[in-house]
């Protein structure tokens, strides 16, 4: 069993920056793939970012690639996505994820956080 807590959302102005962080128990992050997702109000949930189980690999939404970095700090069982040039598009309920039963990119995973709130002021 994987439990997953996401912290580091909030409120930003349009061009700012977050740092999200995504803690697990139960097994340790270097053992499985993660992946970040969000959800925006009236829309499906999407894929922003994916860490293989290596953590050598990274993916990344066309949406988001050059603003936002995915890392992982295997001694504090971590993922992260930190979060540059934020606009109001990115406003959302971000999602850390665990082990996908599919590909990277879809969001049939595992194991899934509680998300955290992330909101983009123009």
């Known amino acids: 069993q994987v439990q997953l807590v996401e912290s580091g959302g909030g409120l930003v102005q349009a061009g700012g920056s977050l740092r999200l962080s995504c803690a697990a128990s139960?097994?340790?992050?270097?053992?499985?793939?993660t992946g970040w997702f969000r959800q925006a109000p009236g829309k499906e949930r999407e894929f922003v970012a994916a860490?293989?189980?290596?953590?050598?690999?990274?993916y990344y939404a066309d949406s988001v690639k050059g603003r936002f970095t995915i890392s992982r700090d295997n001694a504090k069982n971590a993922v992260y996505l930190q979060m540059n040039s934020l606009k109001p598009e990115d406003t959302a309920i971000y999602y850390c994820a665990a082990i996908p039963r599919g590909a990277y990119y879809e969001s049939r995973y595992e194991y899934w956080g509680q998300g955290t709130q992330v909101t983009v002021s123009s």
């Open positions: 139960g097994r340790t992050f270097s053992s499985y793939p």
């Open positions: 860490l293989s189980w290596s953590g050598g690999n990274t």
